[in-house]
Each structure stands twice: as C-alpha cells, then as structure tokens.
C-alpha cells in the first residue's frame, strides 16, 4: 500500500487501515495494533516481511511459557499475526504448529436471586438502569451503554440492539419491572 504521493505507509498505518476495511471493531483494531506491536519488538525490531511462520510460533511459544497468557489470548495474538500477513502483507504463513496453554475447567459464576437485588439495590441512576437492562434483557455492557430510546419498545417488550458483538443487530426481550 501507498500513499497518493507514492511514500510507503509504516506497517501499522497499513494494518489499521486493513482492519478499518474489513469493519472491525475499533477494540479488535487496538488489540491486533497491540499484538503486532509486541511480535515486532520480540523479533528484534525486525519488520514482519522479513520473518517467517517460525518466528510467528516462537513469539506464541513465548507468551505462554515467559507472559503465562490463556489459550484464548494465545489465539488472539495468532488472529493478529494472521491478519497481518494475509491482509497487509499478501502472503500466507502456512501451518503454526502451537504449545498451547492448558484451558482449566472452571464452572461459571452465577449470582443468585438475592444477590442480584443486593448488587441491584446498591446501584443509583443510571447505573442502576444499566445493570437491570444488563440483568433483565441480557445485554453486554457496550450493548447497555449504546441504546437509544428509539430501540425499546414497550408495546411488544422487545429491545432492538444494534451493531451488537459481530457489528450484528438482534432483537431481545425487554424484562418487565
């Protein structure tokens, strides 16, 4: 890629705009900076053209066993790296034969009744009215925060919410008071 003037853009001025073409989300775009950031100081500042799908596993290699990250941080960082290649450089990485984190099996954490009042009950304003939609219509808390008062609906029940997780939009129920 290039400007209008015929300049090169640096890599991560490319990759934003990659990313900002394929639609993400401005936290995906942060995230995957980040990584790519991280990849290219591992590598001896090294530019990504330069490297190969070896130094893509050792970086992954290294964030488990020195940084201790998840399995799901791990994929993460590989989706970046992916991207990377594929999208801003143009060239496939083939096959990243990964050390995986172990997942442990937790069970979820779920609040009861009565401590779902009691953090509730706690709560004033509009954080309140955020934490009941939350609770009641079972909405993430950007989902929360990015409703206008044209999404509700209190004739059917129903809350439209729009550009949800995936720039998706779905309609759920509104819970009654």
């Known amino acids: 890629m290039s400007t209008l003037s015929g300049a090169p853009l640096r890599l991560l001025t490319q990759l934003r705009q990659a990313i900002r073409l394929h639609q993400y989300s401005r936290r995906t ?3 995957y900076v980040g990584w790519v950031r991280r990849y290219v100081r591992f ?21 488990v066993d020195q940084g201790g990250v998840s399995a799901s941080t791990q994929s993460q960082a590989l989706s970046a790296l992916l991207f990377l290649y594929r999208q801003v450089l143009g060239r496939e990485l083939g096959s990243v034969a990964l050390v995986r984190p172990a997942k442990p099996v ?19 304003g509009v954080p309140r009215l955020v934490g009941m939609l939350m609770y009641g219509s079972g909405l993430r808390l950007l989902e929360a925060l990015q409703l206008r008062v044209k999404d509700l609906d209190f004739t059917t029940g129903e809350v439209v919410v729009r550009r949800g997780k995936g720039a998706k939009d779905r309609i759920t129920m509104l819970a009654g008071v």
Do not use: K, M, Q
Request: glycine letters at 6%; aromatic letters at 2%.
């Open 106 to 124: 937790r069970l979820p954490v779920v609040l009861g009744r009565e401590e779902v009042r009691a953090l509730l009950a706690a709560l004033d």
């Open 43 to 63: 590598s001896g500042l090294r530019h990504p053209s330069e490297l190969e799908g070896e130094d893509v596993r050792r970086f992954l290699t290294a964030l």
């Open 29 to 31: 775009e942060e995230a």
